[in-house]
């Protein structure tokens, strides 16, 4: 089962989909995540991505979609979930492309329905760790020891890009290039859309639900 995952940013999707691939064993793929630990190595890719992830933008779409390219071509089982890609329309005929010549498709399309207060809300209060990538929230989900990972004890920052002013430019390269996604996969009758702006156990309720009821009709 192909899944992928779209929402505003703050919307909860990295954490959904952590939760989501932990129950159902998709392999869980990250777009963001893969260029946050492509840039901590200092790689040849981290440092073509690097200026467009610390200002906000978009990773060129070719970049991107070889990427993931390889990457899904490296998935032994095809089960995985796709998070942060596809970010545009280019980049969802790319993808289909792809899966095409796989004689696979997208089999669900999830979208967390986050309002714009909200995800500013919870973005000015995240935390990550740059050594394991994990994800804290001061509000909702404080790390055990102020300013320590739970995971792996290194020091909690504000990601590059969570920063307000750029956060504006990524809701709104969101509301241009990555909305009409929504259309896009409600006219091939794959969407679901689920409201986000709900706590975490919520709304990760009501993902296995859609999940579980797509496994159940197979
Ligand atoms: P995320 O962790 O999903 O919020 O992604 C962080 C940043 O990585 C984005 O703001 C982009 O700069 C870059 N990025 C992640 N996924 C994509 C994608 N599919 N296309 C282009 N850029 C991306």
């Not at 946050?36 to 073509?48: D, I």
């Not at 978009?58 to 890609?85: C, N, W």
């Not at 920063?163 to 996969?185: C, F, H, N, S």
Request: glycine fraction near 10%; include cysteine; charged fraction near 20%.
């Amino acid at each position: 089962m192909i899944v992928l995952i779209i929402g505003v940013p703050g919307s909860g999707k990295g954490t959904q989909a952590g939760a989501l691939s932990a129950q159902f064993g998709f392999t869980h793929l990250s777009t963001g995540d893969i260029f946050r630990a492509e840039m901590s190595s200092q790689s040849p890719l981290g440092r073509k991505a690097a200026e467009f992830v610390n200002n906000g933008h978009l990773v060129p779409d070719p970049v991107v979609v070889e990427m993931v390219a390889s990457r899904i071509q490296d998935i032994q089982e095809k089960r995985y979930l796709l998070d942060g890609f596809p970010r545009n329309l280019e980049q969802a005929e790319a993808l289909s492309a792809v899966l095409a010549k796989q004689g696979v498709a997208v089999d669900l399309a999830l979208f967390l329905s986050v309002s714009h207060a909200e995800a500013v809300k919870r973005l000015g209060s995240r935390l990550w760790c740059g050594a394991c990538g994990s994800v804290f929230n001061i509000r909702s989900l404080p790390p055990q020891l102020a300013g320590k990972c739970d995971k792996c004890g290194s020091g909690l920052i504000q990601r590059g890009d969570d920063g307000a002013a750029t956060v504006q430019k990524r809701l709104l390269i969101y509301e241009e290039m990555t909305r009409p996604l929504v259309a896009y996969y409600r006219a091939g009758q794959i969407l679901h859309e689920i409201d986000g702006d709900r706590p975490p156990e919520a709304v990760s309720g009501s993902l296995a639900a859609i999940i579980q009821s797509l496994l159940a009709a197979r």
